[in-house]
């Protein structure tokens, strides 16, 4: 029961300081403000984390895994890798645009930290990452992507595009609607590395 408590809290504390960064900005916010949102102690927050810096570094590890663990689910359904890299898109879209405080901490305070690669977080972005590559790498060998596409560069162009859109959405608020992306992002790609 203890060990319930103790994720409980800590959850309200990431979700508190998710909310919190993304309105006022990482280097604007204290644990102070953090805690007084959170109704709990700024004791309690370090509790769980030693700095601010590290409180940011822990918010991606949980979103992040939920959003792979149900891009894993997904991929086992869907056939052909055009159709599973449509789904891969949209579910990325669909977390950014549901939950608009992560998606801004991750693009404004994340993405361009340095210190954020020696982390669990960005650990778990690495190995959630890697179902682009191999869906790619399995539309090549199903000789539905032509042989000489680039795994890795094709990854890199979908989630490139991606986090422009979405760091455009998050600082401007345009599109409405991110999922309304999906279709011409994909379209393109797929027009590009299709053997038809």
């Known amino acids: 029961m203890q060990h319930n408590k103790t994720e409980i809290r800590k ?17 604007e916010t204290t644990i102070s403000e ?4 959170a109704k709990i102690s700024e004791a309690s927050i370090y509790e769980y984390f030693s700095t601010k810096e ?14 792979f663990d149900t891009m894993a689910f997904h991929l086992k359904l869907i056939r052909g890798a055009a159709n599973k890299l449509r789904a891969i898109v949209f579910l990325f ?8 405080d ?10 361009h930290n340095k210190k954020f690669l020696d982390t ?14 191999t869906v790619i790498e399995q539309g090549i060998e199903a000789k ?9 560069l094709i990854r890199s162009m979908i989630l490139g595009t ?6 455009n959405w998050v600082m401007t608020g345009k599109p409405e609607n991110l999922e309304d992306l999906v279709d011409p992002l994909v379209d393109t790609i797929i027009k590009g590395i299709s053997n038809s």
Not at 54 to 67: A, D, R
Not at 102 to 111: H, S
Not at 144 to 152: G, I, L, R, S
């Open 102 to 111: 992560f998606a801004a901490v991750l693009m404004l305070y994340l993405k």
């Open 144 to 152: 539905e992507f032509k042989e000489d596409t680039h795994p890795y």
């Open 11 to 27: 959850r309200q504390i990431l979700d508190t300081a998710t909310k919190v960064f993304a309105q006022r900005g990482f280097n």
């Open 54 to 67: 590290g409180l940011l570094f822990s918010i991606p590890t949980q979103s992040s895994q939920t959003l």
């Open 34 to 37: 953090i805690a007084k949102d």
């Open 120 to 133: 669990e977080g960005h650990l778990t972005i690495k190995a959630g990452i890697k179902q682009i590559t």
């Open 93 to 100: 879209m669909d977390s950014y645009q549901k939950n608009p």
């Open 162 to 167: 991606i986090e422009h859109l979405v760091t």
